[in-house]
């Protein structure tokens, strides 16, 4: 399984991106898919994650800001950020066949960079 992220850069607070997810080979259906990000100096930090059956879950620190979906057919996922802050700069990563370690074997993306600033 190969995952490709793009779709960052540099924006202002209070400002939008959209990241994407491209994933080749296989993907189990029964597995999670989400993003994580990493910040200089902190542990990585769970962003969204979407469960087998589409249904989402945010991370508290971006509730409310941050939409994330997948299209199946396509197996692209996506992460809409809204209402950026500086805290929301990060290396940004997507993640398949994440969960149950006895059934799913987790596969990374290199990254994206997310640049926040005032």
């Known amino acids: 399984v190969q995952l490709v992220e793009s779709g960052g850069g540099s924006v202002q607070a209070g400002g939008s991106l959209q990241l994407s997810c491209t994933v080749s080979g296989y993907v189990a259906d029964y597995c999670i898919m989400g993003w994580y990000r990493q910040a200089p100096g902190k542990e990585r930090e769970m962003v969204a994650i979407i469960g087998s059956d589409s249904t989402v879950g945010y991370g508290d620190s971006v509730k409310g800001r941050f939409t994330a979906s997948r299209d199946k057919p396509t197996k692209i996922m996506y992460l809409q950020m809204n209402s950026l802050k500086t805290e929301d700069t990060a290396v940004y990563y997507c993640?398949?066949?994440?969960?149950?370690?006895?059934?799913?074997?987790?596969?990374w993306g290199l990254g994206t960079q997310v640049t926040v600033s005032n």
């Open positions: 993640g398949a066949n994440l969960g149950d370690r006895t059934k799913c074997s987790p596969a």
